[in-house]
């Protein structure tokens, strides 16, 4: 099995393994991963007694929250997750994203005042806080990989 190199990432955003349906198919699976219980559908027509339900299928928070992710930061960063086993979710900012920008409207989004270039550059805070407040109970902890995008 090959691991990727997770040294090029600047954030780790890191899930509840509970919360990640595929957490078990994961190569290096920890103590504690849920492992899922499989049983037999019966359906539960007019006579029967059994109020089951229907099975569920197809659901996969992991991929709904980096789906969430992509859609509202497309155009500053770049998300990575092994869609099976995923506990973490890899974020890689895109380098023009970092860079200062002249004031203007169309610079402004996800963007803060330097006070001291007086250009506008990228609010790591708010978005690593936006990261958790999308996630809300689906994220564990959000890790900063590399210090130099604060610089």
């Not at 790591?124 to 996630?135: R, S």
Request: hydrophobic residues 40%; aromatic residues 14%.
């Amino acid at each position: 099995m090959f691991k990727p190199n997770v040294s090029h990432f600047e954030i780790c955003i890191k899930l509840k393994p509970s919360y990640c349906a595929k957490a078990y198919q994961s190569v290096d699976m920890t103590e504690g991963v849920f492992l899922p219980h499989y049983r037999e559908y019966e359906s539960t027509g007019a006579g029967s007694k059994d109020k089951s339900g229907l099975p569920v299928i197809d659901f996969d928070p992991t991929r709904f929250y980096v789906n969430e992710l992509r859609e509202a930061y497309s155009d500053v960063a770049l998300f990575f997750y092994d869609v099976y086993g995923c506990t973490q979710v890899y974020v890689l900012f895109k380098p023009d994203a970092l860079k200062p920008k002249e004031i203007k409207l169309a610079n402004a989004k996800y963007s803060m005042i330097n006070s001291s270039t007086g250009k506008l550059e990228l609010n790591l805070e708010a978005i690593i806080d936006d990261f958790k407040i999308i996630g809300s109970e689906l994220v564990e902890d959000v890790v900063i990989l590399n210090q130099k995008i604060f610089q």
